[in-house]
Structures are given as structure tokens and as C-alpha cells.
């Protein structure tokens, strides 16, 4: 119920291609579902959040889409470049926002020039 | 500046002896956490806070045990540490619960031999 299940482990991408991450939940109850990116040696960052009252949010290169129907929700990173190289974790919170949130086990995304 | 900040930074010790990791955040945020990261496990809850004086567990809250005297500070204790609690620590914070922005410190990468 509390999971969040994050494809694909690790990704390589061509510098300029769509990088795409996949997240999927079971709890309907999550009304709040950030990305976060994280760089070696540092700790994760929010890169970009969604909540079910819209299917898609954008930022930059940077875009969510949300399928509520499927409880599944995907960061899509356009123009992908060296610079994106990162850990991305998708994550989830219930409505109250009093139970921390549930991250998926992470993305390592590797952008080749 | 607006942070969390973890001390030590990097910390090797024996198996069964105490140690503490400290984490303060300047943000005055209520809600308090601290995860583990293992790779391929993602982001595990340890325990969380949401007020003073109140915590809960996590999902793997075994080993360890916190505190929230101060709203700043949310110290992890490691009564007896096991080679098993080697792991890359982090703290977080955040402010009206956690379907907002969640701030990371920057880790304590904590050895156990």
C-alpha cells in the first residue's frame, strides 16, 4: 500500500535525447508526488512536483505526467544533457502530509555526450 | 542560508560502539526525518518527527533510536552499531508537512566494522 515502484534502475541517454522515468503507486490516498534529483555527494534536491488535480506540469525540460486511472506518474527530462547526470527518486505523500513521504528506489540517469 | 545540516560528515567506528549523528535545520520547520540510503533500496524512512517531543518509526527503525527535545534538532542514536547499519544517512526537514518540499542535508556516510 505504501509503495512506490520506480523503473527503470539505470538509464543511459544520448546528449539532446528524452530522458523518461516511471513511477507507480497503489495507495490511492497520495495526493503528492514530487521528483527529486540527486547528485553524488550531495543529498536529494526537489526538482519538480505534481498533484492529481492536474495530468501534466512543466518546468523548464523538465515534465510530469500523471495518470490517475493507472496511479502511475513519469518525469520526462527533454534535451537531456551531461549535466542531468544524476539520481532521480520519485516520491509520494498521503493527503494529510503527516506521514513522510514514500520514495521509490531511486534512478541513476547517465547523459553521454 | 536555508539548510539541514548533519554532523560528521563521514564516520567510521566498532561494532557496539555508541555514536550519534546530529542534524539541525534553521528552517524552523515542524516535521523532521531521517532516512538511509543503500544502493538499490532507494531512500528507507528510519524515523520521523512531526512536532517536539513527538516521533514515530519509520519502516526500519530497528537499531536506532531519536529524539526531538528542540524543534531545530533531530538527533539519530546508534546505541550499539552493526556492520548491517553501514549506510549513507540522511536528514530531512520540511515545513507544514511533507506534501511540501522536503530539505536533505548532506549526508553521513557512516561505517561500521
Redesign the interface.
Known amino acids: 500500500q505504501q509503495q512506490v515502484k ?1 523503473s527503470p ?1 539505470s538509464l543511459i541517454v544520448q546528449k539532446g535525447g528524452i530522458s523518461i522515468i516511471n513511477c507507480a503507486y497503489e495507495n490511492t490516498a497520495f ?2 508526488f ?1 521528483w ?1 534529483q540527486q547528485f553524488p ?6 526538482l519538480i ?1 505534481i498533484r492529481p488535480d492536474v495530468s501534466e506540469k512543466k518546468e523548464g525540460r523538465f515534465t510530469i505526467s500523471f495518470n490517475k486511472s493507472a496511479k502511475q506518474f513519469s518525469l520526462h527530462i527533454m534535451d537531456s544533457q551531461p549535466g542531468d547526470s544524476a539520481t532521480y ?1 520519485c516520491a509520494a ?14 534512478t541513476r540517469l547517465s547523459v553521454i555526450a | 542560508e536555508a539548510q539541514v545540516t548533519q554532523n560528521p560528515r563521514y564516520l567510521i567506528t566498532v561494532t557496539g560502539k555508541k555514536l550519534t549523528v546530529t542534524c539541525s535545520q534553521n528552517m524552523n520547520h515542524e516535521y523532521m526525518s531521517w532516512y538511509r540510503q543503500d544502493p538499490g533500496l532507494g531512500l528507507r524512512q528510519i524515523y520521523y518527527s512531526m512536532n517536539v517531543e513527538v516521533t514515530d518509526k519509520g519502516d526500519v527503525p530497528e537499531g536506532y533510536k531519536v529524539s526531538r527535545k528542540e524543534k531545530r534538532n533531530f538527533p539519530l542514536i546508534l546505541e550499539s552499531p552493526s556492520p548491517n547499519q553501514t549506510s549513507l544517512y540522511f536528514c530531512a526537514s520540511g515545513d507544514r508537512g511533507w506534501n511540501t518540499e522536503a530539505f536533505f542535508g548532506q549526508g553521513t556516510r557512516l561505517t561500521v566494522v
Open positions: 520506480q534502475q495526493d503528492y514530487p527529486y555527494g550531495k543529498g536529494p534536491a526537489l512536483a527518486f505523500s498521503l493527503n494529510s502530509g503527516n506521514t513522510p513521504l514514500v520514495f521509490g528506489k531511486g
